[in-house]
């Protein structure tokens, strides 16, 4: 059973550009969250997806940031005209029911040049 | 507003000693709590999961203890290893299925 999976592991972009990164939960899992860890900081919540519905986005900037887990495919988190402060590592975790524990994937480097 | 605070930061240790990480956590009203390693540049793996009802788990050389009233984890490593060095962190899940973090400890086990 594959764990969770991200890609790409590492992205570079320009300000101004756009990043997609990319979540397969583990198999059976439909439940799926995203946190940043921003350099020197400990991770911090931003975005709770069940298929096809955002169940809590109290984390998530107010803007440039989106997230998505449709029916079919990985969940993907969307930042818009990204700036060097969005710099981080954004680390996507799966659960089979709303209280299990959280398997964690590798995580996607985003650098933002 | 749930806070988790880690102590130590960091800790430095001879190989074959026990290791004591320390977790606090303000809101006493959770669902469990779950210890992680954490490598450099690497992802997050999960150690220990305790549910909110229980007292402690262990698994290997690994002990967690759960004190929710007062608000308090400790994972005991027994016997330390060099390939025990990483960065320990420490995660209480409440409403809203959320994990909240602390700042982590940074061990180093030392041969």
């Known amino acids: 059973n594959a764990g969770v999976m991200q890609n790409p592991r590492h992205l570079v972009r320009r300000r101004g550009q756009e990043a997609r990164l990319r979540c397969s939960p583990m198999?059976?899992?439909?439940?799926v969250y995203w946190y940043r860890q921003l350099p020197e900081e400990g991770l911090k919540f931003m975005v709770y997806?069940?298929?096809?519905?955002?169940?809590?986005e109290s984390g998530m900037p107010k803007e440039r940031f989106s997230a998505e887990f449709p029916k079919e495919g990985p969940s993907i988190l969307r930042i818009q005209q990204v700036v060097r402060g969005d710099s981080a590592a954004y680390f996507c975790?799966?659960?089979?029911?709303?209280?299990?524990?959280?398997?964690f994937g590798p995580g996607t480097r985003l650098t933002v040049l | 507003k749930q806070e988790v605070t880690q102590i130590p930061a960091a800790l430095s240790v001879p190989e074959g000693e026990n290791l004591v990480l320390n977790c606090s956590f303000t809101?006493?009203?959770?669902?469990?709590l779950q210890w992680f390693r954490q490598d450099p540049g690497k992802g997050l793996t999960s150690l220990l999961l305790?549910?909110?009802?229980?007292r402690e788990q262990t698994s290997g050389r690994l002990n967690a203890s759960l004190d929710k009233s007062s608000g308090r984890s400790t994972l005991y490593i027994a016997a330390s290893q060099p390939g025990d060095s990483a960065t320990y962190l420490c995660?209480?899940?409440?409403?809203?299925?959320?994990?909240?973090f602390g700042g982590g400890t940074r061990v180093l086990v030392k041969p």
């Open positions: 975790a799966s659960s089979p029911e709303t209280d299990n524990e959280q398997f």
């Open positions: 809101d006493s009203a959770i669902y469990n």
């Open positions: 997806l069940q298929k096809e519905n955002i169940i809590d």
């Open positions: 995660a209480v899940r409440a409403a809203g299925n959320k994990l909240t």
């Open positions: 198999k059976g899992h439909s439940h």
């Open positions: 305790i549910q909110s009802s229980q």
